[in-house]
Nanobody
Framework: QVQLVESGGGLVQPGGSLRLSCAASGSIFSINAMGWYRQAPGKERELVAV???????NYADSVKGRFTISRDNAKNTVYLQMNSLKTADTAVYYC??????????????WGQGTQVTVSS
């Protein structure tokens, strides 16, 4: 059993900041990549940012220069620092991990989602 637990969402004014966290726990052998996706009402889920175990990162064009993804391998945790937030960033944010479990099965796991609302 593997669980991803997210925290840090909420309501913020345009131009503000939020920091999301996601901790993976359970029968984990190793985590290859962790990332954040988001889904706004009426839209498809989209990649926001991803980080590999070696700390290589990739960002959606819409968040480059505003969002920063990082991870703590020792804690199996990924973070998303979101600055200069815009109303267009309003969405449910989902944590994602590609990992090997204790049986060495490689699977993709999702968190339950955390709401981020940017509004004045």
């Amino acid at each position: 059993q593997v669980q991803l637990v997210e925290s840090g969402g909420g309501l913020v004014q345009p131009g503000g900041s939020l920091r999301l966290s996601c901790a993976a726990s359970g029968s984990i052998f190793s985590i290859n990549a962790m990332g954040w996706y988001r889904q706004a009402p009426g839209k498809e889920r989209e990649l926001v940012a991803v980080i590999t175990r070696g700390a290589s990162t990739n960002y959606a064009d819409s968040v480059k220069g505003r969002f920063t993804i990082s991870r703590d391998n020792a804690k199996n945790t990924v973070y998303l620092q979101m600055n200069s937030l815009k109303t267009a960033d309003t969405a449910v944010y989902y944590c994602n991990a590609l990992l090997s479990d204790s049986d060495r099965n490689v699977k993709r796991y999702w968190g339950q989602g955390t709401q981020v609302t940017v509004s004045s």
